[in-house]
Structure formats: structure tokens, C-alpha cells
């Protein structure tokens, strides 16, 4: 069993939909309602929206505001889905892994409305549905949390030691940890490599192609 963190392995989702625009639209929603002073400096300065999302959670959990904005955030990614440039070598290990009898699965932090959206354009769907597990209202049980890995795991009825995390981001690999699910760090960039290996990965591919050969061999 392989769970596929989604914005990275598979995708980059916001490879011409900036996220650091959607970050800023975030932050000026929230200070025309009113709320200027809900977020810290750094937290405004972000160039990631999920670092809003959360940030809004932990002051206001379960609120209206957090849904609605929630709610702007998986409108702006469905738009980013549209234009996401797919991970190269991603689609055919996809379909190959398929082929062969292996069972998928997403584990992400985006919304699963996302990720059926990307799946469908590319053909994909298949090869995962129904186990696409994605951000649901209980933020807080977010990536680095184990939980969405927990539901995939329960899901297929996997054991956490037969099933591996491909992931790009200290979170993947801590909620992997946490799982007890073996991880392999998909790193796009040397700066990416640096920070999975210094969080404690101990695999780590710049590349999907080495794995697509070895599969096919």
C-alpha cells in the first residue's frame, strides 16, 4: 500500500496559481472583516495559506470564520488545480503501481475536492478512489497529526509497516513516524532535500523516475 502526499509527490498544485497570492487574499479577507490583529507579523507575512487556516483555528476552533475560510481556501486551490503542473514521472508510476495490484491512497492537507478535481483531469481517479483522505473541519488533525494516514490505514485494512508515506515536507514525515508507516521523501530541490534530511529522513529522491524503473524491471 502506498499513501501519496498530494502537493509536491503528485503535483505542484500552485505551480501558476501563486500560493503566496492566495496567502495575501486570505489575510486581506480576514482584515476587511474586522480582524487586523487576529494574526502575528509572521503569520500575516506568510507565503502559505495553510499557515493562515491554522493559525485562524487555533484562536477561533470550530467557528464560523474558520469554516468560511476554509471554505476560500479549497475555492482558490480547485483554481489552482486547474493550472497545477504535474510531478514528472508521477502519472505513469501512478498507473504502473495501479497495474501491478498495488492499493493507493492520498493522504494531504489540501481539500480531497481538490484532489478528485486534479485526478479526474489527469485520469487518475481510479487508481485511488474512494481512498482519497484530505482536509476535513477538525483542523487541528492536520499533518503533522497522523490521522489522515490512520484513516487510509483503516480504510484498506493495511498493517502500518506494509504500507510506505511518499512525501515532501517535515509534516509528511512526522505523521509517517507517527503512523509507523515507513517514509521516502520526494525533494524537488536541493534546499527541500537539506530539510528532510535534517528532520530525520533517511531516504530521500530528487527523482520519481528511479522508482517508476525499478517498478517496471
Known amino acids: 500500500m502506498v499513501l501519496w502526499d498530494f502537493d509536491g509527490p503528485i503535483c505542484r498544485l500552485f505551480a501558476r496559481h501563486k500560493a503566496e497570492r492566495v496567502a495575501a487574499e486570505l489575510v486581506e479577507w480576514l482584515?476587511?472583516?474586522?480582524?487586523h490583529g487576529l494574526l502575528s507579523d509572521a503569520e500575516r507575512d506568510t507565503l502559505d495559506p495553510q499557515v493562515v487556516l491554522r493559525a485562524v483555528d487555533r484562536r477561533h476552533p470550530g467557528s464560523d470564520l474558520v469554516a468560511e475560510l476554509e471554505e476560500r481556501l479549497t475555492q482558490e486551490e480547485l483554481r489552482a488545480a486547474s493550472s497545477a503542473l504535474p510531478t514528472a514521472y508521477a502519472d505513469p508510476l501512478i498507473r504502473t503501481w495501479a497495474a501491478v495490484g498495488a492499493r493507493l491512497a492520498i493522504t494531504t492537507n489540501n481539500s480531497p475536492r481538490v484532489v478528485r478535481a486534479y485526478l479526474d483531469g489527469r485520469g487518475l481517479t481510479g487508481c485511488f478512489a474512494p481512498h482519497i483522505y484530505g482536509r476535513t473541519a477538525d483542523l487541528h488533525l492536520l499533518k503533522p497529526d497522523p490521522h489522515c494516514l490512520n484513516r487510509a490505514l483503516n480504510g484498506m485494512g493495511t498493517a502500518p509497516s506494509a504500507a510506505l508515506m511518499i512525501g515532501d515536507s517535515p509534516s509528511?514525515?512526522?505523521?509517517?513516524?507517527?503512523?509507523?508507516?515507513?517514509?521516502?521523501?520526494?525533494?524537488?530541490?536541493?534546499?527541500?532535500?537539506?530539510?528532510?534530511?535534517?528532520?530525520?529522513?533517511?531516504?530521500?529522491?530528487?527523482?520519481?523516475?528511479?522508482?517508476?524503473?525499478?517498478?517496471?524491471?
Open 172 to 217: 509528511d514525515l512526522a505523521a509517517a513516524d507517527h503512523a509507523g508507516v515507513p517514509f521516502l521523501g520526494y525533494a524537488r530541490t536541493d534546499p527541500k532535500r537539506k530539510l528532510l534530511h535534517e528532520s530525520g529522513a533517511a531516504h530521500v529522491v530528487t527523482s520519481l523516475e528511479p522508482l517508476l524503473t525499478t517498478l517496471r524491471h
Open 31 to 35: 482584515e476587511l472583516q474586522g480582524l
